[in-house]
């Protein structure tokens, strides 16, 4: 079994897909406009209308209502990404700190309030 991507459903594909864009520097794929991917070597980032999961009903994930995982992203450098970014964050959690397990991160909110860390691997 393989994770291929983690989907975010959200009330607007456009605005979610130009601030992943911003920080990934992929350009995402649209193969319909209530879809977009962002391909990494790793994973797919999927971003999607409410539009695709309608069909599930009363149990279709709600947009901006995730209070429970973090989209993560290993960078060569916290610091150059956070000023790189800087304009375009809006809701920063955390500015660059050294973790104490040796990690350097910076965690923000993404337009819809997900919580979005880069960061990078203590040198060895």
């Not at 319909?32 to 391909?39: D, K, N, T």
């Not at 695709?52 to 916290?78: C, H, K, R, W, Y």
């Amino acid at each position: 079994m393989d994770l291929t991507s983690l989907r975010i459903i959200t009330g607007d594909v456009d605005r979610l897909t130009r601030f992943y864009e911003a920080v990934t520097g992929i350009t995402a794929t649209r193969p319909a406009p209530v879809f977009a991917e962002l391909r990494t070597p790793s994973g797919t980032l999927a971003i999607a209308s409410t539009a695709t999961v309608v069909m599930l009903g009363e149990n279709a994930p709600q947009p901006a209502v995730n209070n429970s995982i973090i989209i993560e992203f290993l960078v060569e450098d916290v610091d150059a990404e956070f000023a790189r970014l800087h304009d375009v964050l809006d809701d920063v959690a955390l500015p660059p700190t050294t973790m104490p397990w040796g990690s350097r991160s910076t965690l923000f909110r993404d337009p819809d309030g997900n919580l979005v860390n880069l960061f990078s691997r203590p040198a060895t």
